[in-house]
């Protein structure tokens, strides 16, 4: 039996020197190695509106990307951005991170689970903020940029905190997007060949859509093959797309020992994700635990993905952006499969960043003193989440 070694948490310490540092190697860091060229920012208006709110401010921005929050953080020269991430975010990001997140203030947050001393910064920073908190309300990366998935419950919590400690928050949403050089639906084309290549799979069809939408259908079968899952070719995309998921994520559930598969999907993609990384890093595991938290993570890793996957998102204002994503998320399931995340996630250079920034949202303590906790909780992530959409459209109508 393995034991748990004691991690302490990393507490944040903002560093001017190593702010300023920040600031000197983002640009550079962002076009060297993430491939982006530059940044454009829609609506900067809104940001310093929402900067100038006397309450604590919240940016709640659409996390689509590995390449979003390096953008965001250098997109937003105005103030300095504390960002919430995933407390084991540090474990294996390397030694550069370990030094830089603590010291530019960033909270680490262990999603659905105990975390008590990230949410006593959390609400120490609400209560008397020095600089903007930036967090991603659907609750991970959704690999969609024009459509919002459910929000989960940490924006309103956030802003009922704030709204108990100072009176009021305000809240700026806003998209990031990205347009790649060259995009085409010849160059879509390419990454399909890519993806057959690395799958070994062949594409069919005679329109872009349709041979992506026989791709996904194949990856699926791919997955139910490779892990011996039952599959349904006969049931609808998203019901085969749906049971394979939780076939994969009962099968990971199962290897690391868990019991508890209640909750949402994300919730328990965390649970299995918090559990490997445990075993991996902070506990003295065996060398056979350690390699049996490496499988169960791989398909935790494919479930974190696949259950985006979906044939109706091609359709919209700009389908050959769509078909793009829709392209790389296919290339991203082969790299899953093969044992990579999302830091190993082909993202081709020369893209141009886009940041669309909706109208602040103001909500004051005593415009919602009649509502019960539920009400307003139901109330915040609604407003939120149509701002996010909205966002996001103005976005896609920008890069079609």
């Not at 290339?331 to 082909?346: A, F, H, K, P, S």
């Not at 893209?351 to 004051?364: E, N, R, S, T, V």
């Not at 009400?375 to 915040?380: D, F, H, R, Y």
């Amino acid at each position: 039996m393995s034991v748990r070694k004691p991690t302490p948490f990393p507490e944040p310490r903002f560093s001017k020197p190593v702010f300023h540092l920040s600031r000197m190697i983002i640009r550079p860091y962002l076009h060297f190695a993430m491939g982006v060229k530059g940044i454009t920012t829609m609506h900067r208006e809104y940001l310093k509106e929402a900067l100038s709110s006397p309450y604590p401010v919240i940016l709640a921005f659409r996390h689509t990307a590995k390449e979003d929050a390096p953008v965001l953080l250098a997109a937003v020269k105005e103030s300095h951005v504390r960002f919430l991430y995933g407390r084991d975010v540090l474990y294996w990001a390397g030694k550069a991170t370990q030094f830089l997140f603590p010291r530019l203030g960033f909270i680490a947050v262990q999603n659905r689970s105990a975390n008590k001393e990230g949410m006593q910064y959390l609400r120490k920073e609400l209560a008397s903020p020095r600089y903007p908190l930036a967090l991603a309300p659907e609750g991970q990366v959704t690999y969609h940029m024009y459509q919002v998935s459910k929000l989960q419950t940490g924006i309103a919590s956030m802003a009922m905190w704030a709204m108990e400690s100072a009176g009021g928050v305000t809240i700026l949403p806003l998209s990031i997007g990205y347009r790649y050089a060259n995009a085409s639906e010849d160059w879509v084309s390419s990454l399909l060949e890519r993806w057959e290549q690395l799958s070994g799979l062949t594409v069919e069809g005679d329109t872009l859509a349709g041979q992506i939408t026989n791709a996904m259908e194949s990856m699926l079968s791919e997955i139910a093959r490779t892990y011996s899952l039952e599959d349904y070719p006969h049931h609808s995309f998203t019901q085969r797309r749906d049971m394979i998921c939780e076939g994969l994520l009962s099968l990971a559930e199962a290897e690391a020992g868990l019991q508890d598969a209640q909750g949402s999907i994300i919730d328990r993609l965390y649970r299995v994700r918090f559990t490997g990384s445990d075993t991996l890093f902070t506990r003295d595991s065996s060398f056979e635990e350690k390699e049996n938290a490496k499988q169960y993570l791989v398909k935790n890793q494919i479930v974190d993905l696949l259950e985006y996957l979906d044939p109706a998102y091609l359709q919209g204002t700009y389908q050959t952006g769509r078909a793009a994503e829709s392209a790389l998320n296919l290339l991203d399931l082969v790299n899953r499969m093969q044992g990579g995340t999302i830091d190993t996630r082909y993202s081709p250079s020369g893209k141009q960043a886009y940041l669309q920034m909706g109208k602040p949202l103001h909500y004051k303590a005593e415009s919602l003193s009649t509502l019960g906790r539920k009400s307003q909780q139901k109330q915040i992530l609604l407003t939120v989440c149509d701002a996010l959409q909205a966002c996001s459209e103005e976005l896609e109508h920008l890069l079609s």
